[in-house]
């Protein structure tokens, strides 16, 4: 019982270990990718959309899970006129965020457009 | 009194924390549309000309040449060949006529186009038209002879223009002309290859009369206003355009692609608009669908940035 209760003890001790360890290692990728999202919204504000996809490109590379950044390089994307990375960038921004109405709004927005350039296409 | 302090504070207050703690910024963005057509090939464009009717207020060849012409020379990437316009309906006209006079010369290798089947028709048609056409002025007759050239030698044929176009069942008789591969080989080859543009352009009056509904503004007993919606007959006279765009590779004669649409505008019975003013209302609802066949469209926007 004794030896149970040990390993139970030291499993968590492990386990809160852990969590401590690897807090810096997310909350570092997590503020990386805020300056580059940062970095992103000023240069795209002056009109550079291609050092804007870059840096958005670099931030949700360094963190897979930042709605934000798959939701600016969507925009950026669609900006560039390559809508098939616009559609998947957008998707993982919704899926990250599905409460999110400004993601939602700008995929919304994004598919309208998609969608008639599709039927222009088809025509 | 305390009350609307409050509120005032705590709305500044609001605004201060908005701004300091932004996470999203509006930004206009310009999503590109390519172009329905390869146009890479080609780095020069021919508008050669219009087969038009409707009415006679509007010179729709030519002035569709003219906008055309303006339009892609400063929204596309293509040099405009300044050319005279080819009055093609007198053309198509000519060429039939002169290919009913000599049934044989369908057979022979200048006219062996096998799309002109439909031209011999014309000339039935052509030959028992009455009134002349609008004789295109006589500097533009050079260029447009030549090409003419492919189908036997017709002296006689600017004498009768052809039949007037009225509806789009007129316009029929001359759609032949735009599968004549030779006939515009040799149009591009005049021109040294060039991306063709031609088709046809109806313009026509409309008149309507029937109910309508639009807003009134009504006010009660007490000055009130309130707007109703309210059914009302009107008659409405203004004009259609339906034009067809048929880009031609002066390269091999071969139509590539072809775009139509069709668009009205409707006004009050006695406004009196001019048909030209009318024309120009309706080519710049035109313009955006014919430009994004040959060049990239940009459509305008908003889209919000994410921290």
């Known amino acids: ?123 | 009194m305390t009350a609307r302090s409050a509120a005032t504070i705590a709305s500044l207050v609001l605004l201060t924390l908005t701004s300091a703690c932004t996470n999203f910024f509006e930004v206009p963005i310009e999503t590109p549309l390519s172009p329905k057509m390869d146009v890479t090939a080609f780095r020069r464009v021919l508008v050669a000309g219009f087969i038009s009717g409707g009415t006679d207020d509007v010179d729709a060849n030519l002035e569709t040449v003219r906008l055309l012409r303006s339009q892609l020379r400063t929204k596309s990437g293509l040099r405009v060949i300044e050319a005279d316009v080819l009055p093609l309906a007198e053309l198509a006209a000519d060429k039939a006529k002169a290919s009913a006079a000599t049934p044989a010369a369908a057979a022979t290798p200048a006219a062996a186009t096998d799309n002109n089947g439909g031209l011999p028709k014309v000339a039935t048609d052509v030959q028992t038209a009455a009134p002349p056409g609008p004789a295109a002025p006589a500097s533009q007759q050079p260029p447009a002879q030549q090409p003419t050239a492919a189908a036997p030698a017709t002296p006689a044929a600017p004498a009768t223009g052809p039949e007037k176009i009225r509806s789009a069942k007129d316009l029929e008789k001359y759609q032949s002309i735009f599968s004549d591969v030779a006939f515009w080989k040799k149009i591009g080859e005049e021109y040294e290859n060039p991306l063709i543009v031609t088709g046809t352009i109806l313009f026509t009056p409309l008149q309507t009369a029937g109910f309508i509904t639009r807003n009134v503004e009504q006010y009660d007993n007490l000055g009130r206003r309130t707007v109703v919606p309210q059914r009302l007959y009107m008659e409405r006279k203004g004009f259609a355009i339906a034009p067809k765009f048929i880009f031609i590779d002066g390269r091999t004669g071969a139509t590539l692609h072809t775009e139509s649409t069709r668009e009205e505008v409707l006004y009050n019975a006695q406004q009196n608009t001019p048909a030209l003013s009318s024309y120009f209302e309706l080519m710049d609802k035109v313009i955006p669908m014919f430009l994004g066949t040959l060049s990239t469209q940009k459509i305008r926007g908003t889209r919000v940035l994410l921290r």
């Open chain 1, 1 to 123: 019982m004794k030896m149970r209760a040990l390993l139970l003890a030291r499993a968590a001790a492990f386990a809160a270990l852990l969590g401590v360890a690897a807090q810096p290692v997310f909350a570092d990728a997590r503020s990386s990718a805020k300056s580059q999202v940062d970095f992103g919204i000023k240069v795209a504000q002056n009109g550079l959309w291609k050092e804007a996809v870059y840096r958005w490109e670099k931030a949700a590379e360094a963190d897979p899970t930042y709605a934000a950044a798959w939701n600016n390089l969507g925009i950026g994307y669609e900006h560039e006129g390559r809508f098939e990375d616009a559609r998947k960038a957008y998707e993982k921004a919704v899926a990250l965020d599905p409460k999110n109405v400004l993601i939602r709004q700008n995929y919304d927005l994004f598919k309208e457009i998609n969608d008639r350039a599709k039927r222009r296409n088809d025509r």
